[in-house]
């Protein structure tokens, strides 16, 4: 049995049904139709590993079909089975890109051999999203289910200082060489490390788990590959350069987050590295779940809660949109704290759904004063919770006006898919847009094409970053030309410099957004230099 979904079309119901038979002996599921036009309808409606068909049918033969489905840009291998053995059918079929041609009586053998192979692809498909595909290290997806699967203690996060402007003066090709030698280097060093794993999670970052209990053994680490990578000295036409690395270690349930904490605190503090565990006994950086959600009480009374906006803009870089995106103040430091601090930890208070509401409103607000549309970032927690539904409704009801889009996580958005239908459903009657936010960020599940009424995907990233690569670059083409196809608009995010710009642009996405276009900002810098 593999695991792979297949499509039947064959016009003579005797033959399908003996087809039927015995392909479903070798398949997790089958799905049978009688001719080519069925057979199109049937890919509107789900997403198949394989299509085998007749050639010869009524209404639509098998030809056709292929040919119509590539057109559509939907690119699922098709295997023709015929009783024709002669070298018409056979270019025929090859003018279409067929993946196969069997003759009728089929031959058991050779769909066995046809079925594996497509289920090999499959699964190197699925290995290919948990690859970083420039370094050949597992990337920041595998790492995310390592932390959740494994008992590592230690996350070291090593950036590689200057990355953009090594990219932004010498070029990508540069970059990246720094980049591969940087890993190497690293991969060396973690041979003295006993038991440990190295990703490739950003351009510029790599992660490294290990079994480290002892601060004197982070400590040692940290300096041991800071030092490693600081006697990278590369000449690059005449112009010397110095590679250098700054290191965050987190150490404690919440270890990525913990660790990219502490090295967003050694590299404002110029530190080689910071322990996210020493910041916490010195009560200097981490904020525990008690801690937060005081925070959020008092910050939500004392307007504590800061929306800043970020543009999302078209490819001649005029807005079309903002997207909120919430802060937290913390007064005691005079400091904003981000959201991947505080979000995950609040999400089960009682303080979550008062948070919700007052990022909703600032948002609205910020709408109207900006005369622009605004997108709102909302939650699962937030979709099963009929009060934040009822508050959106009674917003929208009194600024009807007001352009809104409501972005569902990816990883979210199949909790309970009823619920995210009925919720999406009410929204868009009052011209609310919904988008999928993150896609590709993890195991991306098409069932929401077919189930949720949405308008809008943003691709996650991940992907977005892999542009410069052959791989990343078909990937990229393939959900564009997809999604266009069913007439929903692609934004791709991160977009953090020119070069991606320019080639994502050329793949024929509408909207980007990331730091090239500009960070976020508070409601007041915004309004004075409005882009809408």
């Known amino acids: 049995m593999y695991n792979i979904k297949v499509l039947l079309v064959e016009d003579d119901k005797k033959v399908n049904l003996v087809l039927s038979n015995l392909l479903g002996r070798f398949c997790n599921e089958l799905i049978n139709v009688y001719n080519g036009q069925e057979g199109l309808l049937a890919c509107e409606d789900y997403s198949f590993d394989l299509i085998i068909s007749d050639i010869n049918m009524p209404i639509m033969d098998g030809v056709e079909m292929a040919k119509t489905l590539r057109d559509r840009k939907i690119y699922t291998p098709v295997v023709f089975m015929t009783a024709f053995n002669d070298t018409h059918y056979k270019n025929l079929a090859l003018s279409v890109g067929a993946?196969?041609?069997?003759?009728?009586?089929?031959?058991?053998?050779?769909?066995?051999?046809?079925?594996?192979?497509?289920?090999?692809?499959?699964?190197?498909?699925e290995r290919m999203l948990h690859k970083d595909l420039s370094s050949g290290l597992s990337n920041k997806d595998q790492l995310t289910l390592d932390l959740i699967?494994?008992?590592?203690?230690?996350?070291?996060?090593?950036?590689?200082?200057?990355?953009?402007?090594?990219?932004?003066?010498?070029?990508?090709?540069?970059?990246?060489?720094?980049?591969?030698?940087a890993k190497k280097v690293i991969k060396e060093t973690t041979k003295l490390i006993e038991t440990s794993q190295l990703y490739k999670i950003g351009d510029d970052m790599f992660g490294l788990l290990t079994y480290d209990e002892t601060t004197t053994d982070k400590m040692n680490n940290a300096t041991l590959i800071s030092k490693?990578?600081?006697?990278?000295?590369?000449?690059?036409e005449g112009t010397i350069i110095d590679v250098t690395c700054t290191i965050g270690i987190g150490d404690g349930t919440n270890m990525l987050g913990e660790s990219l904490y502490a090295l967003d605190k050694a590299i404002n503090n110029k530190l080689y590295y910071s322990i996210y565990s020493l910041d916490h006994s010195q009560n200097e950086y981490e904020i525990s779940a008690l801690q937060l959600q005081h925070r959020v009480r008092k910050a939500i009374s004392d307007k504590g809660i800061e929306v800043h906006f970020q543009p999302i803009v078209d490819k001649n870089k005029s807005v079309d949109k903002y997207e909120a995106l919430a802060r937290l103040r913390d007064n005691d430091n005079n400091s904003l704290i981000p959201p991947y601090l505080f979000l995950e930890p609040i999400k089960n208070s009682k303080n979550y759904e008062d948070f919700t509401k007052e990022v909703i409103k600032q948002a609205v607000s910020g709408a109207r004063k900006l005369k622009c549309g605004v997108s709102i970032n909302i939650s699962f927690e937030d979709v099963i919770n009929s009060n934040i539904l009822d508050y959106f409704v009674d917003i929208l009801d009194e600024y009807y006006d007001v352009?809104?889009?409501?972005?569902?996580?990816?990883?979210?958005?199949?909790?309970?898919?009823?619920?995210?239908?009925?919720?999406?459903?009410i929204l868009k009657s009052y011209g609310v847009k919904i988008a999928i936010d993150d896609f590709g960020s993890g195991y991306s599940n098409f069932n929401y094409f077919f189930d949720i009424p949405f308008d809008i995907l943003k691709i996650d990233g991940s992907l977005i970053k892999k542009v410069n690569t052959h791989k990343g670059y078909k990937l990229l083409e393939f959900i564009v030309n997809f999604a266009k196809s069913i007439n929903v608009t692609v934004i791709a995010e991160f977009v953090e410099d020119k070069d991606t710009f320019d080639k994502l642009s050329g793949l024929g996405i509408e909207l980007f957004q990331g730091y090239y276009i500009d960070k976020p900002k508070p409601l007041n810098e915004l309004i004075v230099n409005s882009w809408c």
């Open 149 to 181: 699967h494994s008992d590592y203690t230690c996350l070291y996060t090593i950036s590689i200082d200057n990355f953009l402007t090594y990219r932004s003066t010498l070029g990508s090709g540069v970059a990246e060489d720094i980049i591969k030698k």
């Open 228 to 236: 490693n990578i600081s006697d990278l000295e590369l000449d690059y």
């Open 99 to 125: 993946y196969n041609y069997i003759l009728k009586p089929a031959d058991l053998s050779k769909i066995k051999e046809i079925f594996e192979e497509i289920n090999e692809m499959k699964k190197s498909n």
């Open 403 to 425: 352009e809104l889009t409501v972005e569902l996580l990816e990883s979210e958005s199949l909790e309970d898919i009823e619920k995210t239908i009925e919720f999406c459903t």
